[in-house]
T-cell receptor, first 111, second 113 residues
């Protein structure tokens, strides 16, 4: 158990809809990273927050947004969903070192 | 553009033998490299890392080698055990750009009993 929690585990929705994925980092970790893993793809970095502020942005679509709240949990919002958005979404938290601790992921299926 | 590449999607090894997983990168500014292991239905877990000032780091059965001139790193597992069967990802971070990690596409290792 990494100490990072993600909800929900699975999400099935239709094209055009909007969903919110939630992540709680390890106790004390200020950094949260979001990644997308599509079929046969590696982990694509989406965005990182540190103590409530956006710190780095990767290949995140404009239809996607994220935020980190004062209690350090983070939410990833995906809107106007397309079939190609079906993927595993991981969040990871990071403390003072370079190692990231990953949650179990949310599997999103867009029908 | 994939800056970290794992060109072997899969690898099968007999139990007790050595497993060698390879990773290539294109960005010479990467200064820190990590290996993660992922079991099905779980998130990746950190395995071992290496800084660019070293060429080798060892932790039990796991050794990571870094060849900066070739922009290549490898993970050696000796001896391989059935419980090592998982997907292995390498990742890299760029010096001075402290926040973004670049991951490879993963290599699925199967250790045959």
């Amino acid at each position: 158990d990494s100490g990072v929690t993600q909800t929900p585990k699975h999400l099935i929705t239709a094209t055009g809809q909007r969903v919110t994925l939630r992540c709680s980092p390890r106790s004390g970790d200020l950094s949260v990273y979001w990644y997308q893993q599509s079929l046969d793809q590696g982990l694509q970095f989406l965005i990182q927050y540190y103590n409530g502020e956006e710190r780095a942005k990767g290949n995140i679509l404009e239809r996607f947004s994220a935020q980190q709240f004062p209690d350090l949990h983070s939410e990833l919002n995906l809107s106007s969903l397309e079939l190609g958005d079906s993927a595993l979404y991981f969040c990871a938290s990071r403390g003072s070192g370079d190692e990231q601790f990953f949650g179990p992921g949310t599997r999103l299926t867009v029908l | 553009d994939q800056q970290v590449k794992q060109n072997s999607p899969s690898l099968s090894v007999q139990e007790g033998r050595i497993s060698i997983l390879n990773c290539d990168y294109t960005n010479s500014m990467f200064d820190y490299f990590l290996w993660y292991k992922k079991y099905p239905a779980e998130g990746p877990t950190f395995l071992i890392s290496i800084s660019s000032i070293k060429d080798k780091n060892e932790d039990g059965r796991f050794t990571v080698f870094l060849n900066k001139s070739a922009k290549h790193l490898s993970l050696h597992i000796v001896p391989s055990q059935p419980g090592d069967s998982a997907v292995y990802f390498c990742a890299a971070k760029e010096f001075g750009m402290g926040n973004q990690f670049y991951f490879g596409t993963g290599t699925s290792l199967t250790v045959i009993p």
